[in-house]
């Protein structure tokens, strides 16, 4: 029995693996976690006015979730303030996520040593150009910039507190998050129409890209107006909703022996095994799966851009590649969009950046649409502020099933996968890379 293992996978933030073994029917795909990562424990024990600095070791946006169950566990309300300077912050870390994950595709399609060569025939000449590369980047970095303004840092921010935020902004800060917000909108835009001119309207990437679907399934996502939280079945627009403080109630944790990382699942459907024909109880979160709810936008430019993503694939619900990668688009538009509009001094200056607690819960929960997807926090605590329990549900967890079953589709349509490895793996990984 042949097996072919390709390690490491580019672009991914957890250390993962794929196994394909080779046997008389068909290959066994398996997406394997192969890194153990349990930051809940090294919870258990601390104050719980630390998890905000701890758990941002899963992701950046675990700062802004975390002080946000704090809020609840101390029945505080933060100042609008403080309210507009975490929105902000998570804002910046919608763009900086979402232009690395478009930097990381346009530089695969990119020839890295085209400048050296000393011939260039037509067929070697890529189609991105090397100055956008250079443009994303710049505007990267601004986007980082911001974010380290508004969260103290950029990969852990330390601003977001029990309350409110830690600090004011200064006074030079106001003008250049302005400059930021303004300049990042306008690239935004100009990446929007650059992707569509020379990435998606190129035959060949985008049939190829197209090929790549995974199965449907339910989307889990949160509403803007409650904050509750929406599971679409793929045939089903309307869904059924639950208070989202009921999410570890309507979600189980399910884990298999081959992998680290554990699934997550609707408990009323119950676990499928991921070798059944029916996506039954499983579900993904992230961009896509936002805009698969079929709902306006209330940003004139990021509407736009979903209307001509319907245009170009056809109305939502959409299980591809080339879908997830849209997505990025649309949701990079409006976060620039929403950023703009944060980014006045009016909105953030007043005259306290805090409500100090004076009471205390034992238990606490909170969750928020991060660049993500969905990611939520429940702490339990005894009386005096230690940590009891604590559940985490992160967006590895979440679309864990759905990287597995994506991998498996790209391997099994893939008529050279044990014939050209190089080739597989790069598909492998330009699928997983928008989730």
Known sequence: MEAIIFEPLRWMDESARVCIINSDRRPKTYFQMTGRSNAEVSCLGRPVEELPRMLTILSPAHHIVSAMALDRMFNVEPPPLAANMREALLQTLFLAHHLRKLYFLLSSMKEPFLDYRTRVTPETLSVIPHHMLDKVMDHLALAQEAAEIFGGRVDHPLSAVTGGVGRFLKEPHYGRISEIARECLDFAVELAAFFRERVFSEKSITQEALGRHFPPMPALTMTDGTGSIVVRDPGDKAGFRFDSDKLFDKVGIHSEPWTYKPFAYLKEKGWNSLEADSCDGLFFVGPLARLNDGLELRYQRAEEERLRLIDALGPFPHFSVVAAYRSLVVELVQG???????????????????????????????????PRGV???????????????????????????????????????????????????????TSLLPF
Do not use: W
């Open 336 to 370: 620039a969009e929403r950023l703009t509009e944060l980014c006045v001094q009016e909105k953030l200056t007043g005259p306290a950046i805090r409500t100090i607690p004076s009471q205390m819960n034992c238990e606490a929960f909170a969750a928020v649409e991060s």
């Open 375 to 429: 990611i939520a926090h429940h702490y339990e605590t005894d009386e005096r502020g230690i940590v009891k329990q604590i559940r985490v549900l992160d967006t590895s967890v979440a679309n864990n099933a759905l990287r597995c079953l994506l991998v498996r589709n790209v391997v099994d349509g893939s008529k050279d996968a044990l014939h050209n490895p190089k080739r597989i793996k790069e598909r492998i990984e």
